[in-house]
């Protein structure tokens, strides 16, 4: 039996003008967080935040059957679009995703979305999903794929201060998931939860076997004893476009002596606790110091010298270097 309460509630029944007048008034009383919008369910941009809403029988939202990709906006750039597009599209095709338009036009679509939100500084995310349709769980009968993608606007800037890390105990992703950036992120989302209970700023993921391997959302850094930048291979982890961009930088300070060398292998927990410098790598970042990782700390536990002159040369080639796309705002 239903409770009284349960008994006595009336729930309204909307007709389109009225369920979108609701939407609306949502945002009246705070700016819009997000200025702009892709859908290709649409078939188009949508600047209204009331629009910017996925169809609830998308495979991508109720069987995760999707993936996305970022790439970083800054004095109305896209840094590193096309790493990131071409990663996407690696993505797509491991978890079986198809498009419903070809790279060039996913990537005008991009650049054209990112001029109409008239944001010069922030990011975009975009997404394939295998599309609405039913709620089945195999993509077979859907209609087709459908393509998302949304400008985020952020005032962030180049970190020099430094975090804590702890190692989770959340389950890391075997390989043939972790290596593609797909949409089933609950291992994600509950790592960062048990680093923020732990009063950390994120986690580091340790395999089975002992090894380093990544951060919730990012790569990580580690300068050893030798002066040698290492990262954690990328087999069994996400190949970052960051992480990857800071491994062909980082020889500039080899050649000024602030390095020994540059190189991706496997290090174990005990050898990378012995660094005299860590750092989280990612978009957002793009060099975050950690200072400390369970309790104790690296180096002298502090931000040090080598962590911030590789973030400064990843700053610098984010505002100035050659793999930037002017967004033709009007």
Not at 67 to 93: I, Q
Not at 134 to 159: M, T
Not at 171 to 182: L, V
């Amino acid at each position: 039996m239903l409770a009284p309460s349960a008994r006595t509630i009336s729930d309204p029944i909307f007709p389109l003008f009225q369920a979108l007048q609701k939407l609306q008034e949502k945002w009246k009383s705070t700016p819009a967080p997000f200025p702009a919008m892709y859908s290709s369910v649409l078939g188009g941009i949508v600047l209204d935040p009331a629009m910017m809403v996925l169809p609830i029988d998308d495979h991508m939202v109720h069987r995760g059957h999707g993936v996305f990709d970022t790439a970083m906006l800054l004095d109305g750039h896209l840094y590193e679009l096309d790493p990131h597009l071409d990663r996407f599209l690696r993505s797509a095709a491991k978890a079986k995703v198809g498009t419903p338009f070809p790279r060039d036009t996913l990537r005008s679509i991009l650049v054209q979305m990112t001029a109409a939100s008239g944001c010069r500084k922030g990011s975009i995310r975009y997404w394939l999903s295998s599309g609405p349709g039913d709620f089945l769980l195999s993509s077979s009968a859907l209609p087709g794929p459908a393509f998302y993608a949304v400008v985020i606007p952020s005032d962030y800037d180049q970190c020099r201060h430094g975090v804590k890390a702890v190692t989770t105990s959340v389950p890391m992703k075997p390989p043939m998931f972790a290596t593609s950036k797909n949409v089933n992120y609950l291992p994600n989302v509950l790592s960062i939860m048990d680093a923020e209970d732990r009063g950390a700023f994120a986690s580091v993921w340790v395999d089975e076997q002992g090894f380093v391997a990544e951060g919730p959302m990012v790569n990580v850094a580690f300068v050893t004893p030798a002066g040698e930048l290492v990262l954690p291979a990328f087999d069994k982890i996400l190949s970052g476009c960051t992480a990857k961009r800071l491994l062909a930088l980082a020889p500039k300070l080899v050649d000024a002596g602030l390095l020994t060398g540059v190189s991706t292998k496997f290090i174990t927990v005990d050898e990378a606790k012995t660094s005299v410098e860590m750092a989280f790598v990612g978009s957002g970042l793009p060099v975050l110091p950690i200072v400390e990782w369970d309790g104790q700390p690296i180096g002298e536990g502090k931000v040090g010298k080598l962590m911030l002159a590789l973030s400064d040369l990843l700053w610098e080639d984010m505002k100035s270097g050659p793999d930037r796309v002017a967004v033709p705002y009007k």
